[in-house]
């Protein structure tokens, strides 16, 4: 059986694991499974010892769509096109304990796909076309997380058909991309200006293509990084020497009601590469840092409440 909430191991209940998706903000990988008896179940994954965390199972979900899945990472929202009790839907996943927020039936005809979330404007944008008025028109959208209401930004007249799951949304630019078809029959990536629904480029695509992804590490680390910063006095985070070329301190305080946590060290490019555990015995921990090569690193304090402080430490050589 899965493992209890808040702890990681392998377990065989799991038959297949997809739609990944993952929160800027906390850090956390999240993805939904589904058993031998087709029940889903909402997770979090860890990409590092390929183990998985039920969080809670989706007893009334019966089904979801390739390439309808998205993240809001500013409320740490997972958001996907499902069948909830039979009714297609808009379904929104609260993180923390993995129980369904919102669900709104789609209506009749609305066939919605590559779901993607501006975590700048707090909009979800999606590819769209009624196949009972015009099945043939493809509109670039928005979709209301509150009501599930539908808003044509923008129509696309020269599209006749997309790739399912190659879409992918740039942060930094809120340029919306996909990998479509036009009415020629070429393939092509397109980049859609998220404000007007317009297309601003558009290449052509010698092959085939999918499972696009944008790196939004340093959009991430500027939006997030001063949010989870506030949470600490200038006391309760430090770092010394730093720069240096050796054994660092780092002195840490867990929030309130916490009794342990990790300390996690990434570096420029996001990519994990140290991970150390902590308690409330000990107020700071002495880290060895000669192995590492010259550069800007970043340390990680996570609790079960998730991320809740980053600092930036110098290895110079």
């Known amino acids: ?87 297609n839907s808009l379904i929104v996943i609260n993180t923390q304990n993995g129980t369904v927020e919102y669900s709104g039936a789609l209506g009749s005809g609305n066939s919605l796909g590559e779901l993607e979330y501006d975590n700048n404007s707090n909009k979800l944008f999606c590819l769209y076309r009624n196949i009972n008025i015009n099945p043939n028109l493809f509109n670039f959208a928005e979709i209301d997380t509150l009501t599930a209401g539908i808003t044509i930004i923008g129509s696309l007249d020269e599209i006749l058909s997309i790739s399912s799951t190659s879409s992918v949304y740039d942060q930094v630019s809120s340029s919306y991309i996909f990998n479509g078809t036009d009415t020629s029959g070429v393939s092509r990536l397109y980049v859609i200006n998220s404000n007007t629904g317009q297309i601003i480029s558009k290449s052509t695509i010698n092959g085939s293509i999918g499972g696009i992804e944008c790196d939004n590490t340093n959009y991430a680390l500027n939006k997030y990084t001063n949010v989870r910063n506030t949470i600490f006095t200038a006391n309760d985070y430090l770092i010394y020497p730093n720069p240096s070329n050796g054994s660092v301190t780092l002195q840490y305080k867990l929030p309130k009601n916490e009794k342990d946590g990790e300390l996690i060290l990434y570096n420029m490019q996001g990519a994990e590469v140290k991970r150390y555990k902590v308690d409330n015995t000990f107020k700071n921990i002495l880290l060895d840092n000669t192995m590492l090569p010259a550069g800007t690193y970043f340390y990680q304090l996570q609790t079960s409440k998730g991320s809740v402080g980053v600092k930036k430490m110098v290895v110079i050589k």
């Open 1 to 87: 059986m899965f493992c209890p909430y808040g702890t990681f191991c392998v377990t065989s209940v799991i038959n297949s694991i997809s739609s990944f998706q993952y929160d800027l903000k906390n850090q956390k990988l999240y993805a939904l499974s589904q058993d031998s008896l087709s029940t889903f179940s909402f997770i979090i994954f860890n990409p590092y010892s390929g183990s998985a965390t039920q969080v809670n199972t989706l007893n009334n979900v019966n089904g979801i769509g390739g390439g309808t899945v998205t993240f809001n990472s500013n409320t740490s929202k997972y958001i996907f096109i499902g069948y909830d009790s039979n009714v």
